[in-house]
T-cell receptor, first 113, second 112 residues
Framework: GEDVEQSLFLSVREGDSSVINCTYT??????LYWYKQEPGAGLQLLTY?????DMKQDQRLTVLLNKKDKHLSLRIADTQTGDSAIYFC?????????????FGSGTQLTVLP | EADIYQTPRYLVIGTGKKITLECSQT?????MYWYQQDPGMELHLIHY???????EKGDLSSESTVSRIRTEHFPLTLESARPSHTSQYLC???????????FGPGTRLTVT
């Protein structure tokens, strides 16, 4: 079945860039997503990328997709303390009309002052 | 911004009680989902619905049941809660022509 993997922890200094990495196994993945979860809250959709793209930029967020290596990354420029949260990578397959998401285990980003 | 609501946000109940977790969305989305988020923070799909009167079990086996009588409403029921059901339950929805899945704030359930 599908598998999505992320490193569990990342610490950066305020003002630096953060790069959160994700690998997936399903070569038929259609869309790949990044969600943010703050303590006690639900998941907030940050951005997503279609599998025929290799980069997407949205303000401080840059998503890079290497489809050959099945590697997805999220770069946050000028990281702020408010960016401290858990970031989930997720993918949805091309087959199946329900388009349910398969999630990674999440990366806890800690931004140090 | 998504309009998807879950109640209650927090619930502490005793073993053996029947509970229903509510999820509603006002966007007219036909696809709705329930995920369980365990203490290790990984999310697992437990139920989903294509539309009214259509429900399916997800990847993770669950003793809960769901119903979809109205488009906007997708409640999850546990007939007899057990401590192993302690978890966070997240509801999500998606429109027919969209790949954006939006999440509610979650219900944190503790069964004592």
């Amino acid at each position: 079945g599908e598998d999505v993997e992320q490193s569990l922890f990342l610490s950066v200094r305020e003002g630096d860039s953060s790069v959160i990495n994700c690998t997936y196994t399903d070569s038929s993945s259609t869309y790949l997503y990044w969600y943010k979860q703050e303590p006690g809250a639900g998941l907030q959709l940050l951005t997503y990328i279609f599998s025929n793209m290799d980069m997407k930029q949205d303000q401080r967020l840059t998503v890079l997709l290497n489809k050959k290596d099945k590697h997805l990354s999220l770069r946050i420029a000028d990281t702020q303390t408010g960016d401290s949260a858990i970031y989930f990578c997720a993918e949805t397959p091309s087959s199946g009309s329900a388009r349910q998401l398969t999630f990674g285990s999440g990366t806890q980003l800690t931004v140090l002052p | 911004e998504a309009d998807i609501y879950q109640t209650p946000r927090y619930l502490v109940i005793g073993t053996g009680k029947k509970i229903t977790l509510e999820c509603s969305q006002t966007m007219g989305h036909d696809k709705m989902y329930w995920y369980q988020q365990d203490p290790g923070m990984e999310l697992h799909l437990i139920h989903y619905s294509y539309g009214v009167n259509s429900t399916e079990k997800g990847d993770l086996s669950s003793e809960s049941t769901v119903s979809r009588i109205r488009t906007e409403h997708f409640p999850l029921t546990l007939e007899s809660a057990r401590p192993s059901h302690t978890s966070q339950y997240l509801c999500a929805s998606r429109g027919a022509a969209s790949y954006e899945q939006y999440f509610g704030p979650g219900t944190r359930l503790t069964v004592t």
